[in-house]
């Protein structure tokens, strides 16, 4: 009995409005990487649903760079710190750590020799730090601003230069090493979002809100020119990246466009139009060997191809709030698996090649709380604005005929045969037949907290929060109040029929287990105990003889129907936050996922 990680489908970058997203890359131009939350996320260029992620800041991180050598990768956070971290481990070994500024990092440049790097933020005292990566002692003073720095880099070439851009609107050059400050850049108007050098040293460029672009030289930090007359984009420029010649240069800008210049010429010698929603402001862009990459506010992942700008050769989408619920369904033979977050985003993906993508048309404006599938081929969602929503998986677009206003927030769906839904409320049970409503139990001596329908259609089960499931037949379009009370251990916490209906697993905040058999009255079959913290989600396996619960502890147990003893252990199975939904694409392999955003599957052997 054992398990591997088979697949991770990342997370999409944390994006933030008017606030520019740092793009890392491996020298070698086989990888890029970002952050979301706690985590660093590694994506392979080429096919980017190869994924690793390193999990191990205690504060929100903010930016990830390579080392020239590629061998270490440095990543701060929100608090100041800097971690450096091995890349070539599968376990990301910490070499050092340090604490080089009081406040938010937002951008870490290294010198060539990956032996000094340069740390800007927030702070209190100082803004920036520049030192020695194996000491940490100090190679120079970066001082010159008043607020906040957003950008550094360093020339890869001696003698080295350092370039700063800051939120008091202005740049500042920098000598060394040990680095010292030589004049201050004025040219700008708003801030300064980003300064880059280009590969060959020669120039470097600013770019600021102001939707200008400033060139200098790399040497002695002369202004040359400005790019595109009086300004290079109608709206903020956020992020610049070089061509790896130094001869063309990328600019991502707030007017949801992405330009490619001729450094030169200083003339624009393409334009992606990305759209006209907000979410498709441009706020990062990395030049990767062949590849071009901008990410947009949705944070959506743009390959942008020169010879066609009109769109996207690809868009790499999926989701940046943390997930609440999945569920997984065959369509053409295939399993996809189906994800909703929490702002009301959904998306599907192939679970064999991490392809996917999202509904089309306006969805749900809330968090989506529960999913299944029924038997005509839909999505059936619940979410916090009140609504259940049937989405035919065939057209893959929201349908504004198919949503049904619940009277109270939805916090649980299950369907059954013959077009049955059943939805759990606060403070109301509500059966649906074929999207309408046909029964209210209102007025209940309980608060209900999660239904199930038996895969017969005859039988819904609801299980309360002060303990206990409840049993109602479903004769017509009634249900009908069996009197009969299956006990648990504390209030109820999830649960789910089997497929084959024979038994009903039920979990509960005192972090029992138990399996009740169907047949048998409802007797109870098993109880199981191992969660050290209150278990949240359950899913049974397609053979009906193992089902999986997932709690707060962040441990998965896969367990036996007839042996409680005879169980698999996922522990830490999403490091940081626990698992929030489960499901199964077939009997040995089990999805899970989380608030990290990221969706994970196992490959469970019995």
Same mark, same amino acid.
């Given at each position: 009995?054992?398990?591997?990680?088979?697949?991770?489908?990342?997370?999409?970058?944390?994006?933030?409005?008017?606030?520019?997203?740092?793009?890392?890359?491996?020298?070698?131009?086989?990888?890029?990487?970002?952050?979301?939350?706690?985590?660093?996320?590694?994506?392979?260029?080429?096919?980017?649903?190869?994924?690793?992620?390193?999990?191990?800041?205690?504060?929100?991180?903010?930016?990830?760079?390579?080392?020239?050598?590629?061998?270490?990768?440095?990543?701060?956070d929100a608090s100041g710190k800097i971690r450096i971290w091995d890349t070539t481990q599968k376990e990301h070994i910490l070499k050092y750590e340090y604490t080089p500024i009081s406040g938010k990092v937002k951008d870490i440049a290294w010198t060539e020799d990956s032996k000094r790097m340069a740390v800007v933020g927030e702070g209190r005292e100082k803004f920036g730090s520049v030192f020695l990566w194996d000491t940490g002692a100090s190679v120079g003073d970066l001082h010159g601003h008043c607020k906040a720095i957003n950008s550094v880099d360093i020339k890869q070439s001696r003698p080295y230069r350092l370039a700063l851009g800051s939120d008091d609107t202005c740049g500042s050059f920098f000598k060394g090493p040990p680095f010292k400050f030589e004049f201050t850049l004025r040219d700008h108007n708003q801030f300064v979002n980003c300064v880059r050098f280009s590969p060959d040293g020669k120039f470097f460029v600013t770019a600021g809100a102001d939707g200008q672009i400033f060139l200098y030289e790399g040497s002695d930090g002369k202004l040359v020119s400005s790019l595109g007359g009086e300004k290079a984009h109608n709206g903020g420029v956020y992020a610049v990246s070089w061509s790896p010649d130094s001869s063309q240069l990328m600019s991502a800008s707030g007017d949801k466009t992405v330009k490619l210049w001729d450094v030169g010429a200083g003339t624009a010698v393409t334009t992606f139009n990305l759209g006209a929603d907000v979410s498709d402001q441009q706020l990062g862009c990395l030049w990767q060997n062949d590849h071009l990459l901008s990410i947009s506010l949705s944070g959506y992942i743009n390959y942008l191809d020169k010879n066609s700008p009109d769109r996207p050769i690809r868009t790499i989408k999926g989701h940046s709030k943390s997930i609440q619920c999945l569920t997984v369904h065959r369509k053409d033979g295939r399993p996809h698996i189906y994800s909703g977050s929490h702002d009301g985003h959904i998306n599907y993906w192939d679970a064999e090649t991490g392809e996917n993508d999202c509904f089309s048309g306006k969805g749900h404006t809330n968090q989506v709380s529960k999913m299944t599938t029924d038997d005509a081929n839909q999505l059936v969602t619940c979410s916090?604005?009140?609504?259940?929503?049937?989405?035919?998986?065939? %057209?893959? !677009? &929201?349908?504004?005929? /198919?949503?049904?206003?619940?009277?109270?927030?939805?916090?649980?769906?299950?369907?059954?045969?013959?077009?049955?839904?059943?939805?759990?409320?606060?403070?109301?049970?509500?059966?649906?037949?074929?999207?309408?409503?046909?029964?209210?139990?209102?007025?209940?001596?309980?608060?209900p907290e999660v239904g199930a329908l038996h895969p017969g259609g005859a039988v819904a089960a609801v299980g309360g929060a002060e303990g206990g499931v409840r049993l109602y037949s479903i004769q017509g379009n009634t249900l009908k109040v069996e009197g009969q009370t299956l006990?648990?251990?504390?209030?109820?916490?999830?649960?789910?029929y089997s497929d084959d209906g024979a038994y009903l697993a039920v979990i509960d905040d005192r972090k029992v287990t138990m399996a009740f058999t169907?047949?048998?009255?409802?007797?109870? %079959?098993? !109880? &199981?105990?191992?969660? /050290?913290?209150?278990?949240?989600?359950?899913?049974?396996?397609p053979d009906n003889q193992h089902f999986a619960t997932g709690g707060m502890d962040m441990i998965v147990f896969i367990w036996n129907i007839d042996d409680s003893d005879r169980r698999i252990k996922l522990p830490d199975a999403h490091r940081l936050h626990h698992v929030s939904g489960l499901a199964w694409v077939d009997e040995h392999t089990l999805v899970t996922t989380s608030h990290d955003a990221c969706i994970k599957q196992w490959t469970i052997r019995y």
């Open positions: 009995m054992s398990h591997e990680l088979k697949h991770v489908f990342a997370s999409l970058p944390q994006m933030e409005r008017g606030v520019a997203k740092v793009i890392g890359g491996d020298p070698k131009g086989n990888t890029f990487l970002y952050t979301n939350g706690k985590c660093v996320i590694i994506r392979n260029i080429e096919n980017p649903s190869i994924a690793d992620i390193y999990t191990e800041h205690a504060h929100t991180a903010t930016v990830a760079k390579y080392a020239p050598s590629g061998y270490y990768i440095a990543s701060g916090m604005d009140d609504t259940l929503r049937y989405t035919n998986l065939d %057209k893959t !677009e &929201y349908s504004s005929s /198919h949503v049904v206003k619940m009277d109270f927030q939805p916090k649980s769906v299950s369907t059954a045969p013959g077009g049955l839904s059943l939805v759990v409320c606060i403070g109301q049970v509500v059966l649906l037949k074929d999207k309408k409503k046909v029964f209210t139990l209102d007025g209940l001596d309980y608060e006990p648990t251990a504390g209030a109820v916490t999830g649960m789910a169907v047949a048998d009255d409802y007797s109870l %079959k098993n !109880e &199981y105990h191992g969660h /050290h913290a209150k278990p949240v989600t359950l899913a049974w396996s």
